[in-house]
């Protein structure tokens, strides 16, 4: 396999819990990323599933830069990311770009899609000189399936869909090789979902994209991804290829979430295995000791309060899974 | 006997002149005791407009309800006065809502929301009332019901909420319940919590429950009937089995080449193109033609009626669809591409 393009070790990002004003003392951390390790080859997909508060979108945060790591590594082509800095950074920002989830608030209501889409290139002149940029913008507009025409637009004059493609028109403008996609189809309709899933397909393969596609929807991530991490309260808890994870899961987190998504299929009712977890996600200032999926595991025996799990093949798992007893269950019908 | 609930070609508008809204053009649906129908359909189809007429919470202006009629056991709701309205909801009818959080008043403890209803409506007192709470909040499997009661809705967690609206909309016994969008807001092993609650409470209590969603796959494990909406009308209207089956509408049938499978793996999905009309210009004959493969002449022209369909395989209530060409469609699985 080629050398992967990004490269994530133990990457950690606390949020100090503070009090007081005058003097601000930290009395506490929340972990919302802790110890996350993977590698994104080209032209891959690596899909991120947890529900609210597991750490997706703070991986994305802090793999963008726009939040410093607590510590561990990202190598980007080889080089470290956090030590880029000045001209290097700024030209390694042309590599990679972020799609955000609400179409809504990340357009700027007063400027026209134009000035959206062509401001990449206002910070990177160097990829379009001035008097070419509107042609660039109308082909970018173009490419994602918009009206060229519809340069001077304002965003409040687009559907969420179409906000959507603007969105990803401003991603691709600096020809990045890795986007992160952060919920980038939640906010949508189902049809409207569908035609911009089958979108960013397509540039994919159009541009030699690697994407790390971050969503609760375990179907849409599914269906994008080459590979799948499930993340529990800032950690991997089992990762591997889409159909390793999908059809022989082995984390029990990873099973219990397979069985809660409905499957649109009326015959299969009451015949599908349920496994229904109780209570809540335990807050991240305050994680469970050992295995942090204990407090909700159907499996939780004594050894996982005392010893974390490492994300490891073993048992009958082919694949990484942090699971004392992780065992493969066929949870989705055969298809 | 009259069914629970039926609503009889509802009418509603938003706004006025050039800029009139058409927000329900015609809806038209049934619900039985102990029976639960969902309303499935897109943002802007009229879901839950249609509900709030219902409940009597549409706020009038800018809405303006222009014609059709809103049946409670046979009694006509649309031209009953204010207190009635206000009599029956809680008592005979309520409603959950999406979002729990801007529901519950946040000033106020979960218990005293829902004693405010033992209170005024059955004049008990704060003591007892507070005590009638805890016993509903233990109903809807809060732990610790007894003093969590004294707790504010920030101190709850989404899917407890949730559960407090429940709760509430429970209180004074009704024997409809509106849902609106339910889950929405909730992780999937939560929503999976909340689905199964809902059942079993209209499974004891023997309710009517309207589902409002769209997630194709919440219906298709909990639905009895499906009604789908598109443009503020119903297009098509079937038991579970069969809607899934062998769709009618090119529509349903677009919806669900939509969704992505979680037990099926990488390919193209095959969407519905186009946008959703705009409700101030709704295209004249079938609102779906513009997106329609199949569309013909007749399709720019005519409105097509939701009719009854000869269908053999569909259940008692039979299977409707508002599709001129609905018979050739009926026959084919979902899966089978059709060309036009």
């Known amino acids: 396999m080629s050398d992967p393009i990004l490269s994530v070790r133990d990457l950690v990002k606390h949020f100090p819990i503070t009090r007081g004003v005058l003097f601000r003392k930290t009395i506490g951390q929340v972990h919302a990323v802790d110890g996350v390790s993977f590698d994104l080859h080209p032209g891959e997909t690596l899909g991120v599933v947890g529900e609210s508060g597991c750490g997706k979108s703070t991986l994305a945060q802090v793999l963008m830069r726009l939040e410093p790591p607590t510590s561990g590594t990202v190598t980007f082509d080889g080089e470290d990311l956090f030590a880029k800095s000045g001209a290097a950074l700024k030209a390694w920002r042309r590599d990679m770009q972020i799609v955000l989830q609400d179409p809504y608030t990340s357009l700027n209501p007063r400027k026209t899609v134009g000035d959206i889409v062509g401001e990449p290139f206002e910070i990177h002149p160097e990829v379009a000189p001035k008097g070419d940029r509107r042609r660039k913008v109308q082909e970018l507009l173009e490419v994602v399936g918009l009206n060229p025409e519809h340069i001077r637009r304002y965003p409040h004059q687009f559907s969420g869909g179409q906000r959507q493609r603007i969105g990803i028109a401003r991603a691709l403008a600096l020809r990045p090789r890795v986007i992160v996609c952060d919920e980038p189809v939640s906010a949508l309709d189902v049809s409207i979902q569908a035609q911009v899933m089958n979108l960013l397909g397509e540039l994919q393969t159009e541009f030699g994209l690697s994407y790390i596609f971050i969503a609760h929807d375990l179907g849409v991530v599914r269906h994008l991804s080459d590979r799948v991490a499930v993340m529990y309260l800032g950690k991997i808890v089992e990762t591997g290829d889409s159909e390793s994870i999908y059809e022989r899961a082995t984390h029990p987190y990873t099973q219990a979430l397979l069985s809660s998504v409905p499957v649109p299929d009326p015959s299969l009712r009451g015949k599908r295995e349920v496994i229904r977890l109780t209570g809540d996600v335990p807050s991240p200032a305050d994680p469970p000791s050992g295995c942090r999926f204990r407090t909700r595991c159907p499996k939780a025996e004594a050894i996982c309060a005392e010893q974390e799990p490492p994300l490891v093949p073993g048992g009958s798992s082919d694949h990484p899974s942090a699971c004392h007893f992780a065992e493969v269950r066929q949870i989705l019908p055969v298809a | ?340």
């Open chain 2, 1 to 340: 006997m009259a069914p629970l609930l039926e609503v009889d070609d509802l009418r509603v508008e938003f706004g006025r002149g050039a800029d009139t809204a058409s927000v329900l053009n015609g809806v038209s649906y049934r619900v039985e005791a102990g029976e639960t129908l969902a309303v499935l359909g897109e943002s802007g189809s009229g879901k839950s407009v249609t509900a709030q007429t219902i409940m009597g919470i549409l706020d009038t202006p800018p809405g303006r309800i222009t014609g059709g009629a809103v049946r409670f056991k046979g009694e006509e709701l649309l031209g009953a006065d204010r207190e009635r309205r206000r009599l029956l909801r809680g008592e005979s009818m309520a409603m959950i809502f999406q979002d729990a959080l801007s529901a519950l008043n946040p000033v106020y403890t979960v218990g005293a929301q829902i004693a405010e209803q033992f209170r005024f409506r059955r004049g008990m007192s704060k003591k007892d009332a507070m005590v009638r709470a805890a016993e509903l909040l233990d109903q809807v499997k809060i732990p610790n019901a007894s003093q969590r009661v004294r707790e504010y809705p920030h101190q709850f967690s989404g899917g407890m909420r949730q559960r407090a609206m429940i709760a509430m909309s429970l209180a004074l016994d009704p024997e409809l319940l509106i849902a609106d969008e339910p889950t929405t807001a909730l992780d999937v092993t939560v929503q999976a919590q909340i689905m199964e609650l809902l059942d079993e409470l209209r499974r004891e209590r023997d309710m009517g429950m309207i589902l409002i969603t769209h997630d194709l796959g919440v219906v298709a494990e909990v639905a009895d009937r499906i009604a789908v909406m598109y443009a503020g009308r119903i297009v098509e209207e079937a038991d579970a089995a069969t809607l899934y089956a062998h769709p009618a509408h090119p529509y349903t049938r677009g919806l669900m080449a939509s969704v992505p499978r979680l037990d099926s793996s990488r390919g193209q999905l095959d969407p519905i193109p186009g946008l959703p009309p705009s409700l101030t210009n709704i295209p004249p004959g079938c609102p779906f033609h513009p997106r329609c493969a199949h569309a013909e002449d007749r399709c720019r022209t005519e409105v097509p009626a939701l009719r009854q369909l000869d269908d053999p395989a569909a259940g008692p209530e039979g299977h409707r669809a508002a599709c001129h060409f609905a018979e050739r469609f009926v026959a084919a699985s979902p899966e089978e591409v059709l060309t036009p």
